[in-house]
């Protein structure tokens, strides 16, 4: 471990006299160099020196393209190598870095190494498989699809943690969206009225969660577990006495039109993600963006953030403290809960028990890979997206990856996240303590 | 003393990213003379701190580290008892009327409503009664049963599913005593799950030493997993729920990679299950064949025992509770806070490790990937709701085994789907953190204006430490 974490074990607190000027406090460790120095490592014997032999196929253009783009074919040993010699060299850099300057690598080199380590890995998976050949644009456009309900729910995880309420409930949110969508738009014939009612359940969902914690300052923690398995235990009663004994009647929501922006969608790769969703999709892009905007450009997400920094002081300057945090973990639920719709309107037309197999939880990683930004999480989450996605077209083409593995990836990145061993993330300074005004 | 010297530093706020006014109080004058400055240091930092995450009682109304709030809590104790049977009462009231509102009889009957109430009012509590009567046939005592052995085979039962209930939740609890919420007692188990089986069926020994093999490769894979996210956690910050909640998905695929192996499938079998475990490896059943009741569940006792002295009369006890109720503390007072994060993780994993072991010595006696089932998060609601006591968590465990074990009569009987045994579950736990809410329900809250009054003042006082 790193020079930090020796300093720090001492148990007893003596006065230290060499310490570091607390001026500077935010040290400059050796945890990113190393861990990019052994990823690379890594990269180097399994993508390179170990890498296949065959020829990776990447098709661009779908048949529906407005112009037809040739598919890409890498020989997968030798760009395993060039790939994994630009890590070592990235890893290198960060490391001289360290050593001569005491300097940080700079922001853009983890992201520039992930994107190769990302690519590498691609080429490394696809050049072994059995089939040597995967559609790029079907893996990205897959892997968007896949991310829609995480990005909403990390949206909310943002909204919620932003203002200092910490939201475990993400995935009881996800859940409820996706039943009372199934419901309503079943009884009404109408998926917007789904739609709709989605964003009102996870509110619904989101106001217990700020209820019982800023009311009753039950610590938020325990009240997200629990309403997780409360939502569980009562859609999946709803689900067996209601749905099941009618799913014509309460069980058929049917789908929210896939809606194609003529021209736009056509333009390889980017076309059908950008400009061939549904109205959720689209949704996705707008509450990022406005999410986004709202937290950092305007008064309102100004006074959020102070909330969830500093709620004495926040206070002080008149600020509402807990009417904000109330309606930012309403605000996060419909959110959630919108995302929780694509399940049961976009994915498939009807419900099922545990139709969000634990996609809170992931949203949360994503929030927190993403360093409490909406766009930030949006990445991550699409990151997630594609390791869910990948997933599967590995088990199509037979690679020697094992399916499990991939699926395991998320989460384990998630934990080197979280011990700030792939860059640091810091969560809003009164992130889940209660705030009882003086 | 700045933040420097504290085990963990990634858990501590950036500096520079702490509003003005905590930070000032950290360019403390320097270097420091003595242990008295010291303390004024700290405590002047405190407004940064973040305290334990998770308080002793995870109760509403004690804010962590308010030290005048002894009254208050004295008022909310001495109506614990109270508040617990009516959050229960309440939790199944609540039940009662969701059965009640998807019966069909419910549904005919209300059609005709304001024609003949009294039906409608007899349906429901016909639909809501049947269903609970069939839940305690199912984990109590069934009259219907043949003879007293088949009378008492559902209270054998709730104590077979209770014995993985109560070890898990053990530790589950150990962890929230020392301010850790330790969420991955499902993946504790399913690590223990698999080194346990593997032992017991890879391996072929004689009597008793298999199955102390068995028991100790369960509890040791068991408290790996959790001693790294004490690691993680003492060493990088990492926030355990996170961790831990990673860790949960990172076993459940570990597991179903191996279940998709030579090494651990069922030789001629292509679905995902295991060998089944050697006799000798398997706990001896308790009351001989005709239930499945174990002696894991004198194992779990054993437990609790175990950590009931641990918890009250041991230093490394104390030290766990000393770091849970305030590790600043804590680490003042000279206790290892790295150390007691650690161990204490260690230690829930290796309860957890308990559960798994019950899971496939015991009750199952294969490896399926739903060999933790849903205990490891069953197990929280069990902590939280005996109040982290070891036998608190027993009597929570056993609980919430009948609830489990009838559930599964009931669902036969009345056709009430199991899963309202989780709303149940939950309620009751959401009940019970919020001892006000309870209260106001049933007016029992004469006093509330004064109590909140006081003290929200008080809190002020330690909430506002930092401006």
Known sequence: MSTTATSSVEGKPQPDKNRRPAASAKPVTWKLPVTLAVLAVIAFIFFGLLGPQGTAKFGVSSG?????????????????????????????????????????????????????????????????????????????????????????????????????????????????????????????????????????????????????????????????VVLNV????????????????????????????????PVLSGIPVIGPILFKQSVVGYLMYVAVIVIWIGLFKTKWGLRVRAVGEHPQAADTLGIKVNATRFWNVTLGGAVAGIGGSFFTLVAIDSFTKEISGGRGFIALAAMILGRWNPIGAFFAALLFGFADNLQSIVTIIGTPVPSQFMAMLPYVVTVFAVAGLVGRSRPPAADGIPYIKG | ?????????????????????????????????????????????????????????????????????????????????????????????????LIAATDKVVGTTAGYLF?????????????????YVALFQGAVFNPHGTGVAGQFAPLMETLTIATPLITAGLGVALAFRAGLFNIGAQGQIIMAGILASWVGFALHLPLGLHLLLVLVAGVVGGAVWGGIVGVLKARTGAHEVIVTIMFNYIALYFLRYLLDTPAFQRPGETTPISPILD?????????????????????????????????????????????????????????????????????AGGLAGLAGVAQVAGTEKVLTDGVAATYGFDAITVALLGRSSPWGTFAAGLLFGAFRAGAVQMQIQTGTPIDIVLVVQSLIVLFIAAPPLVRAIFGLNPRKKKAATAGKTKQAVTTGGAA
Not at chain 2, 115 to 131: E, Y
Request: net charge negative.
């Open chain 2, 1 to 97: 003393m700045s933040e420097n010297t504290e085990p963990r530093p990634a858990a501590v706020p950036d500096p520079d990213r702490i509003p003005a006014a905590a930070q000032a109080t950290e360019v403390e004058p320097e270097p420091l003379e003595d242990d008295a400055d010291f303390v004024v240091a700290l405590d002047t930092a405190g407004g940064a701190h973040q305290p334990s995450a998770v308080p002793v009682t995870a109760q509403s109304g004690s804010l962590p580290g308010a030290p005048e709030e002894e009254s208050l809590m004295r008022k909310i104790f001495t109506g614990n008892g109270i508040v617990t049977i009516l959050a229960v009462l309440l939790a199944l009231v609540l039940g009662g009327l």
């Open chain 2, 115 to 131: 024609a003949r109430p009294s039906d409608f009012l007899a349906a429901v509590w016909s639909a809501a009664t049947s269903s």
């Open chain 1, 230 to 261: 409360l939502v569980s235990g009562l859609t999946g009663f709803l689900f067996t006495t209601v749905m099941q004994a009618d799913a014509d009647k309460y069980n058929s929501p049917g789908r929210l039109p896939i809606i194609d922006i």
């Open chain 2, 279 to 347: 006799p000798n490896a398997v706990y001896p059943l308790l009351f001989g064949s005709q239930y499945r009741l174990h002696v894991g569940f004198l194992l779990a006792i054993a437990a609790t025992v175990f950590v009931s002295w641990l918890l009250n009369r041991s230093t490394i006890g104390f030290e766990f509770r000393a770091v849970g109720a305030n590790p600043k503390a804590a680490l003042t007072a000279g206790i290892n806070v790295s150390r007691a994060t650690i161990l204490v993780m260690t230690i």
């Open chain 1, 64 to 224: 529906g393209d407005f112009f037809q783009l040739p598919a890409i074919e890498v020989p997968a040993f030798l760009s395993g190598m060039v790939l994994s010699l630009i890590l070592l060299g990235l890893a290198g850099y960060a490391l001289v870095l360290k050593a001569k300057q005491n300097a940080r690598p700079p922001r853009w080199l983890p992201a520039v190494f992930t994107v190769v380590f990302v690519v590498a890995f691609l080429i490394w998976v696809v050049g072994g498989a059995r089939t040597p050949s995967i559609s790029l644009a079907g893996l990205i456009a897959g892997s968007v699809t896949l991310a829609v309900p995480i990005v909403f729910g990390s949206l909310s995880g943002v909204l919620c943690e932003r203002a200092g309420v910490v939201n475990i409930a993400i995935e009881g949110q996800l859940l409820g969206g996706a039943f009372t969508a199934a419901l309503v738009a079943s009884v009404t014939h109408n998926p917007y009225a789904g739609l709709l009612a989605a964003a009102v359940a996870g509110a619904l969902v989101s106001m217990v969660l700020a209820l019982f914690a800023i009311k009753y300052v039950v610590n938020q923690i325990i009240v997200g």
